[in-house]
């Protein structure tokens, strides 16, 4: 059971299109999983809709007047209000009708874009990937010990998104952020000092939050990083210097 979600200024960002490419993408991908976030984000788009569709009649009702030659406050007050409120009530039928037809299913379009990436294998597994993933393409694997990462082949500026693997038995040494860090849970588990997380799960974490991710049966996330990590124990402080170059 998914118990961790984006939160719904996230959300309404996701809908709006104001978020970065590579958190609109694990924002995508999450939602794909999760039938509570889901339906948030169809009632957002719902309501991002209608607004939309008020907007234009109150401008094209406003413009007309404009063409009549008379927008005092008087005359606007003087018309017939029986017949806007009959337009309104046609408009707002429509508008709905509109938006049923919109949200009832998703349209099947066929994309000239080439499906880069649909599944990988790790671990002798084949895992499939999210749809939202599925123009971009990978990077070639790269590991140390139980940890392996492939950067997605997407340009967003400073933000880095990466499928990362870590094997059964495997962690990531105890370590904070220095910008923020999203996880999306893609298959299996992992635990920290804040909790157990399953497939489908959505993490953002930052400064405020130090941890260690343990595994047991191995786990695959999709990741997007805005800096890099800062390790806090052990040898592994040592990388801290070189971290800008390798998060």
């Known amino acids: 059971m998914i118990k961790h979600h984006p939160t719904s200024n996230v959300l309404s960002g996701f809908v709006a299109g104001d978020l970065p490419a590579s958190v609109a993408i694990i924002v995508a991908s999450h939602v794909e999983l999760c039938r509570e976030c889901a339906n948030h984000v169809q009632q957002l788009t719902e309501q991002a809709a209608m607004q939309a569709f008020d ?33 309104d009530m046609e408009l707002a039928c429509d508008s709905r009708a509109m938006i ?72 990531v040494p105890c370590h904070t952020h220095k910008g923020f860090e999203i996880t999306l849970l893609l298959q299996g588990s992992f635990d920290d000092e804040m909790g157990h997380y399953t497939a489908g799960d959505f993490i953002w974490l930052d400064g405020d939050h130090t941890h260690q991710p343990i595994t047991q049966e191995g786990c695959v996330c999709l990741t997007v990083s805005s800096d890099a990590i800062h390790f806090t124990q052990g040898m592994s402080q040592l990388l801290n210097p070189i971290g800008r170059f390798i998060y």
């Open 55 to 87: 907007m234009t009649a109150d401008d094209d009702w406003l413009n007309h007047q404009v063409q009549l030659g008379d927008t005092s406050p008087q005359h606007i007050n003087d018309i017939d209000h029986d017949g806007i409120e009959s337009n």
């Open 100 to 171: 049923d037809a919109i949200t009832a299913s998703p349209a099947q379009v066929k994309s000239a874009v080439a499906q880069t990436v649909t599944e990988i294998e790790v671990a002798g597994q084949r895992i499939s990937l999210p749809r939202a993933m599925k123009s971009i393409g990978l990077r070639e694997w790269q590991g140390l010990g139980k940890l392996s990462r492939a950067r997605l082949a997407l340009d967003d500026d400073e933000l880095r998104a990466s499928l990362l693997h870590i094997d059964k038995g495997g962690s």
